[in-house]
């Protein structure tokens, strides 16, 4: 009986859980008329890619169409993830394996950086976009999204560096490799799945933010995919058959970025917790 109680709990959160995302695919299958109706139904009667059709042929704003909207938030999140991982590492690695000054207060600065609300953070970070010339332009967003998810990926790389045993390391430098090879051939793999799951709170970060992109982008030519959504509420009326055809498609590059890594991911949310 406990197990059923279990697992009957277990699939009413999936189940509450899944739904709003099932609503969001029904609604956009759906026509307009099936949208407003009295009697909304939770499965299209009359299925139609029309609202897809709409936003993917349109252009939202003169001149640019939600394709442009989505390679800039492709090019954004991808750049935000390599980068991110690598600085991530290669502190990480400093961090968990040498001693040096002040490291102790490293990493508790790492903690403290985390508590700071983002919206502190919009007005001294917009002078300081401003007084490098970076502003309405895309790399702005890689390097502020770079600031924010770095913290966190260097203090989880950490652990996984940590749990590797240095015997690994001296055995292949008394084999003749090199710190670079050491790195590459011996630590790198062994801290992948670490990565991994660094790399998805860095993707959907760089993917979902909102506030920055508003407020460092003024080109629309440059917008991301956030900023575009908004372009979808009116001031009198919201068309909710694009809207949520759009949240479809914004939503997709998550989920398959979670799936092409999610066997991974199991083990690096493990691998480490526990050091040795």
Same mark, same amino acid.
């Given at each position: 009986?406990?197990?059923?109680? +279990? ?14 995302? =099932? ?15 009295? #009697? ?13 059709? @709409?936003?993917?042929?349109?252009? !939202? ?23 991110? /991982? ?31 609300? +983002? @919206?502190? !953070? ?11 010339? +970076? =502003? ?8 502020? =999204? ?20 240095? @015997?690994? @390391?001296? &055995?292949?430098?008394?084999? /003749? ?14 801290? &992948? ?16 933010? +909102? ?9 629309? /030519?440059? =917008?991301? !995919?956030?900023? &575009? ?8 009326? #919201? ?38």
């Amino acid at each position: 009986m406990k197990k059923v109680a +279990l697992n009957g709990a277990g699939l009413l959160v999936a189940l509450f859980a899944a739904f709003p995302v =099932y609503w969001m695919i029904s609604t956009s299958l759906k026509p307009s008329n099936e949208i407003f109706s009295s #009697t909304p139904q939770p499965v299209p009667t009359h299925p139609t890619l029309a609202h897809y059709r @709409e936003i993917l042929t349109g252009n !939202l704003i003169p001149g640019v169409s939600f394709l442009d909207f989505f390679l800039n938030s492709a090019l954004v999140a991808v750049s935000t993830v390599v980068l991110s /991982g690598l600085v991530a590492l290669l502190a990480a690695t400093a961090v968990a394996r040498f001693r040096f000054k002040l490291r102790t207060s490293f990493l508790i600065m790492l903690l403290v950086v985390q508590m700071i609300p +983002l @919206e502190a !953070l919009v007005i001294p970070l917009f002078l300081m976009i401003q007084r490098l010339g +970076l =502003y309405n332009t895309l790399p702005s967003l890689i390097l502020t =999204y770079l600031g924010f998810s770095l913290p966190f990926a260097v203090w989880m790389l950490r652990g996984f560096v940590a749990a590797v045993p240095k @015997e690994l @390391e001296e &055995a292949a430098a008394i084999d /003749g490799a090199s710190r670079a090879q050491t790195f590459r051939r011996v630590l790198f793999p062994l801290v &992948a799945p670490g990565l991994v799951a660094t790399s998805i709170f860095s993707f959907i970060t760089a993917w979902n933010e +909102l506030i920055f992109a508003l407020t460092f982008i003024n080109d629309q /030519g440059s =917008y991301t !995919l956030p900023v &575009a959504m908004t372009f979808f509420f009116g001031r009198d009326d #919201t068309n909710w058959g694009p809207v949520m055809a759009a949240s479809t498609l914004f939503t997709l590059p998550v989920i398959i970025f979670f799936l092409l890594v999610q066997r991974r991911m199991v083990s690096g949310l493990v691998a480490g917790a526990v050091k040795g």
